[in-house]
T-cell receptor, first 108, second 115 residues
Framework: KNEVEQSPQNLTAQEGEFITINCSYSVGISALHWLQQHPGGGIVSLFMLSSGKKKHGRLIATINIQEKHSSLHITASHPRDSAVYICAVNQGAQKLVFGQGTRLTINP | NAGVMQNPRHLVRRRGQEARLRCSPMKGHSHVYWYRQLPEEGLKFMVYLQKENIIDESGMPKERFSAEFPKEGPSILRIQQVVRGDSAAYFC?????????????FGQGTRLTVV
């Protein structure tokens, strides 16, 4: 079992729909990151969380430390949101441990 | 993130050749991390370096792979005698402090293809 599990692995939705991507982890962490990767592109950091909730534009990230669970929400989704979304956790200072990613496709 | 510069973006090598991947961290960042993304797999940690020091290389294959971060110049990930299984995207990330409640800044990656 991976230390960081994301669900779903693939998600297809229509433009305008509310999107939720989930991340569960089994190790102690100091922080959790949500990252975005476009096909053939680099990796962009969306959020870093250690507690509570953060919002940036149409993106919202929440974390429940007790339940070892985080969610990434996208409101009013748009085709340009199509990408792979990756959850990663700080396992000590040295390294990030990554989930497998969720491939999101938003159809017009 | 445009601040972390990796080059080349794409690299093609024949089996047995050497591959050199470069990473210039963001200005003011002295911590560099290398990650590998194999096709259809998630990112995996390879090595963590600070200037002139390898801090953690627990994710590096035991043979053919090496990394350095000299006092001057970029960090280099070197793969000797490449094989087809080395084909992957290699990402570099940098941070101002060690990854402890600090944001991660990633480069665009180098996509290595071994033919």
């Amino acid at each position: 079992k991976n230390e960081v599990e994301q669900s779903p692995q693939n998600l297809t939705a229509q433009e305008g729909e509310f999107i939720t991507i989930n991340c569960s982890y089994s190790v102690g962490i100091s922080a959790l990151h949500w990252l975005q990767q476009h096909p053939g592109g680099g990796i962009v950091s969306l959020f870093m969380l250690s507690s509570g909730k953060k919002k940036h534009g149409r993106l919202i990230a929440t974390i429940n430390i007790q339940e070892k669970h985080s969610s990434l929400h996208i409101t009013a989704s748009h085709p340009r949101d199509s990408a792979v979304y990756i959850c990663a956790v700080n396992q000590g200072a040295q390294k990030l441990v990554f989930g497998q990613g969720t491939r999101l496709t938003i159809n017009p | 993130n445009a601040g972390v510069m990796q080059n080349p973006r794409h690299l093609v090598r024949r089996r047995g050749q050497e591959a050199r991947l470069r990473c210039s961290p963001m200005k003011g960042h002295s911590h560099v991390y290398w990650y590998r993304q194999l096709p259809e797999e998630g990112l995996k940690f390879m090595v963590y370096l600070q200037k002139e020091n390898i801090i953690d290389e627990s994710g590096m294959p035991k043979e053919r792979f090496s990394a350095e971060f000299p006092k001057e110049g970029p960090s280099i990930l070197r793969i000797q005698q490449v094989v087809r299984g080395d084909s992957a995207a290699y990402f570099c990330a940098s941070s101002e402090q060690a990854f402890l409640n600090t944001e991660a800044f990633f480069g665009q990656g180098t996509r290595l293809t071994v033919v």
